[in-house]
């Protein structure tokens, strides 16, 4: 393939077009994810789609879901997702990245198929729902992993993170189609349209991910190496000289840790739960952490909103509840490209945090004024609710949309990625069902005060931030295993850490480095590559460079040095060293 030998310099460093366009095609199970959420909130006010699905006759003359059922329409999808991501790691380790995605979209596609079948029964509908599920919670395992293995590191948290834009351009599209089909929402063709345009939309991804570089990291541990070497030369652009020093230096260090790695061998399920000796650094850890972050990534609220914000607006006396919710999804897309700078500008805790706090003030605004002032009754009352939902929306947008989708692609170590990934994933889920479940009875029974329960999990999710997360932002997915097995480093101290044979996370003491790699490669055939001195992981370059991290002197250089136990070494020793590769 052509591409394959093609670059551009993004940071200093070689990026492959392959990768760039890698990125771009698989985020397109964000699109999917954002797409099938989106499209539910305005079908359940479509006139067709209430009169065949409906159970009780509504006062306007059409039908209307009893409030269980509604839930049930709703959220069995997650309970498929939440299935499809439990399994997607099996697919994902048996068949490779590439292939795992493809048997993902197939089954969206099936489901999509039902639902358009479906005639005047609500189980057929969601039956279908269920079905298509399994396929977008493959998708949401599978999209961020390989992503993660396959971004050149100078890229790696703005591509992952673009799987959350596009999963909220998937919920604006998805608001755009309800808005231009409700002119016949008498027929059904309206609701047939809105679900079959996601079969479309579902193709480019099954087909273009058969077309880039299999997850080199995947290959290797299936020891195709050769396979893993030319996978990685494409997606740096160097596929006409696989054996460039920049490729030979991700092969070393991808290497070492997969021979590491392979010593204890494969990871289980059960060392995801069950504290083991395995050499890996806060397994267990890790595994609650990504669960929790992505089950409080659901209970922000934000679905409360792209589920049943039609119905909520429409409930409050908004005129046009389809537009409304057109807004907030074009304000959802906007602040969330915005998000893509905010990820490598200010890191993962800070943003996080902040966000979490925003949002749960917005949130109890909205609640007040929805219980002090009935919306119905007050059209000022209504608009300080849309303005709240607004603002909610766009910290979420920029902070915990993305920002979990990266935390969860570089947190956990290769040994059990696929299955911590898949569980953490399905925390997310488990929450998404909860919410679309819940939130009609609880509608009915609490009303707007409904908002204060979300306020108090904002809030909850800021402390589990705070105390349990470590800052990631520039470092390779080696260098986070180190960092997480430093007992000096705690998470709120975490950003001034540095690997071995750093100047700054995002410039590397090549001096040290080469000399390292000299001594692992002298050392080889007596202990399988690995240093004695190295119990754990390598040196491998910082990433894409980030002012989250430290600040910055006249040089441009941070004011420290790593040595691996989050100590600083001085700053003349710092300018020495500079100073010498000079």
Known sequence: MVLGKKSIKINGADIGVEAILLGAVTAIGGFLFGYDTGQISGMLLFTDFRNRFGQVMGDDGIKDFKSIIQSLVVSLMSIGTLIGALTSSYTADW???????TFGVAIFIIGNIIQITAMN???????????????VGNLSVGVPMFQSECSPREIRGAVV????????MGILIANIVNYGVREIQEQDASWRIVIGLGIFFSIPLGLGVLLVPESPRWLAGKENWEGARMSMARLRGMKHDPHHKLVEDDMTEMREVLEKERTAAVGTWKECFIPKKNGVPKQVYR????????????WTGVNYFFYYGATIFASAGIDDPIQTQLILGAVNVACTVFGLWVVERFGRRWPLFIGAIWQAVWLAVFASMGTALDPKDNKTSGIVMVVSAALFIASFACTWGPICWVVIGESFPLRTRAKQASLATAGNWLGNFM???LTPLADDGIGYSYGYVFAGTNLLGALLVWFFLYESVSLSLENVDLMYSEPGIKPWNSRKW???????????????????ADGTQNTKNGNNGLSDNDSRTHVESSGRPSHAVEKKGEDGLGHGYGTGSGEMQPQVEREEKINARV
């Open 95 to 101: 068949w490779g990245r590439r292939k795992s995605l």
């Open 121 to 135: 029964s609500w189980v057929h509908i969601m039956m279908g729902r269920f079905v298509a599920g399994l396929g």
């Open 161 to 168: 993170a673009s799987y959350q834009l596009l999963i909220t």
């Open 287 to 298: 595994t609650f952490l990504g669960i929790g972050i992505h089950f409080l990534q659901q």
């Open 435 to 437: 919410i679309s479940f």
């Open 498 to 516: 540095m690997p071995p044979g750093y100047i700054t996370r995002m410039q590397r003491d090549d001096e040290y480095f080469h000399d390292h």
